[in-house]
């Protein structure tokens, strides 16, 4: 290959440092989710739903190699999906502090897969038209997944909220002690600002109506009342996490630190 | 293997057959069964446990207690019948020479 033929830039160095952070924070969510859910195996409720649980878990993780070997191309430093998956630390993890809480009970677990499945719904919606073609092409193989994500989330959310009166119980309870979260989801920083108004993506507030919208939708078909309004506290794109993310990354990277380069 | 809550919870469920077609298939083929409280979820299940590997473009369950089934006991009276007649094979037919594909 003639060495003077250079592939031309894609975008202003400048946007593709924004760009790197931004995909990073899709590919981190995909990924801290995906192994969230992969240790449902085993402890579903029922074997259909352990293979269920683990479907979503495998296309999150899918989602996540695509994202994660973009950023390391948009990032230059030699770092394929690998490295950025199994060789960072949590400070400098960007995925949303939703997607790392705890599984909880059953109900818990559907209320984060509801409330992160409508956020990646309209996020990948909006990337699907993107002018980052690479992106729009990752947006559309996931949105297609996710469609399928939030059929099964949401339906698990009315059947507990709308079931017994315990499963209504813990599907509020899990409802009321994620939704703190939730304030992080369509809140930009200088990043999505950037991105944003570089046409890449949507504006993250105007989404977030329309989240908001279908949110109050299925947790009033699920008879669940949605909490008040909470400040933020975590900012899981910036790298500020709660403690579970450490733990999780414990598990998910021990081969990896163990046995370093190992192949098999 | 012992039996775990989990068993308890899949148990309380009514068994739902299932039917795929697959990408070059015309009809829907029996798969296997499989557990689900309603039909919405035992399509989700269709989906997550017998479609994982393309097996298929369309789906259909139908709850298990829906469906009517001979008695085995009955098997000499419905079956038995058709052992000797086997002039209902088209196999008495000389075949032209021509013919290569029959």
Known sequence: MNAAVTPPRRHPAGLTAALFRY??????????????????????PALEEDLGLANLALDLIGQARLFLTYAGEL?????????LAYGRDAPQFANLALAEQPNGDFG????????????????????????????????????KETRYHYRFSSGWLVRL?????????????GLESLWRFTGELFAADEVEAEISA????????????RWSARIDE???????????????????????????????LTEMQHVSRSYPGARW | ??????????????????????????????VGSLHAADARMAIEHARDVYTRRQE???????RSADIIASDPEEADALFEPARDKVYRHPTFYAIPEEVKNL
Not at chain 1, 161 to 173: C, I, L, N, P, Y
Request: aromatic share 6%; hydrophobic share 40%; no cysteine.
């Open chain 1, 218 to 248: 299925v947790l009033d078909e699920a008879t669940l009342a949605r909490p008040a309004h909470q400040p933020y506290a975590w900012h899981g794109k910036r790298g500020v996490h709660t403690e579970h993310l450490g733990h999780l």
């Open chain 1, 23 to 44: 995909v990073l924070r899709l590919g981190d969510t995909s990924l801290v989710l995906g192994q969230r859910l992969g240790e449902w195996v085993g402890h579903a």
């Open chain 1, 75 to 83: 990032e230059g430093r030699g770092r394929d999906e690998d490295a």
């Open chain 1, 108 to 143: 818990s677990t559907i209320v984060r897969q509801v409330l992160l499945d409508a956020w990646q719904l309209e996020i990948y919606e909006g990337l699907a038209s993107s002018t980052d073609t690479r992106l729009a092409a990752i947006a559309a193989k996931a949105l």
């Open chain 1, 161 to 173: 909220g709308d079931g017994t009166d315990e499963s209504h119980r813990r599907a509020q309870q």
């Open chain 2, 56 to 62: 298929g473009v369309s789906l259909w369950v139908i």
């Open chain 2, 1 to 30: 293997m012992t039996q775990p809550e989990s068993a308890a919870a899949g148990g309380d469920w009514p068994l739902f057959e299932v039917f795929i077609r697959s990408r070059s298939g015309l009809e829907h083929k029996h």
């Open chain 1, 198 to 209: 570089a046409g890449i993506a949507p504006r993250l507030e105007s989404q977030g109506q």
